[in-house]
T-cell receptor, first 111, second 116 residues
Framework: DAKTTQPPSMDCAEGRAANLPCNHSTISGNEYVYWYRQIHSQGPQYIIHGLKNNETNEMASLIITEDRKSSTLILPHATLRDTAVYYC????????????FGDGTTLTVKP | GAVVSQHPSRVICKSGTSVKIECRSL??????MFWYRQFPKKSLMLMAT?????????EQGVEKDKFLINHASLTLSTLTVTSAHPEDSSFYIC????????????FGPGTRLLVL
């Protein structure tokens, strides 16, 4: 898996968009970008993933740069319940889910 | 859909005893499950990959005789911590992936083990 780099922490005001960056400059052509989050003392939760195109689901949007060296997870209207550690992972589509988790970004949503 | 459960959610045991943790995929069949451990304020560390009907594949540095993994069916994998010691105290998390979408993992809620 390509190494990913994320800022250790970020704050966001409730109701605002939270934009979480991730660098994956050594990503290979067949590695997906995955985002998970972990709320305190719970198991991680899948958020979204993408390969080349931008993706959107009911939880978030994923913007991947054209050169695929970085991406941004966007939570459009952050709530207090979005406070969590967010992990960005680059993984081969043949790796059967074997993910290497870095330290992630601790997002704190403030009232 | 894609719900994974773990049992127990927390367990306290005496040093030297063995503890079994169950991981179940509730609404899908999982040919592959993964076991992680997580220390306080640290990231997840992959311990092993559990394949239904075959032996688990352990990550480097993980003692296979210490952490016994059994994946007897497509919906159940178990992790047994044998002869537990206080340093085995940790948060153990399992995950499962679905069929041909094996990159996406669905995680259980975790099991907190405290060894006294």
């Amino acid at each position: 898996d390509a190494k990913t780099t994320q800022p250790p922490s970020m704050d966001c005001a409730e109701g605002r968009a939270a934009n979480l960056p991730c660098n994956h400059s050594t990503i290979s052509g067949n590695e997906y970008v995955y985002w998970y989050r972990q709320i305190h003392s719970q198991g991680p939760q899948y958020i979204i993933h993408g390969l080349k195109n931008n993706e959107t689901n009911e939880m978030a949007s994923l913007i991947i740069t054209e050169d695929r060296k970085s991406s941004t997870l966007i939570l459009p209207h952050a709530t207090l319940r979005d406070t969590a550690v967010y992990y960005c992972i680059a993984i081969l589509n043949t790796n059967a889910g074997k993910s290497t988790f870095g330290d992630g970004t601790t997002l704190t949503v403030k009232p | 859909g894609a719900v994974v459960s773990q049992h127990p959610s927390r367990v306290i045991c005496k040093s030297g005893t063995s503890v079994k943790i169950e991981c179940r995929s509730l609404d899908f069949q999982a040919t592959t499950m993964f076991w992680y451990r997580q220390f306080p304020k640290k990231s997840l560390m992959l311990m092993a990959t559990s394949n239904e009907g075959s032996k688990a594949t352990y990550e480097q540095g993980v003692e296979k005789d210490k952490f016994l993994i059994n994946h007897a069916s497509l919906t159940l994998s178990t992790l047994t911590v044998t002869s537990a010691h206080p340093e085995d105290s940790s948060f153990y998390i399992c995950s499962a992936s679905i069929g041909d979408r094996q990159e996406t993992q669905y995680f259980g809620p975790g099991t907190r083990l405290l060894v006294l």
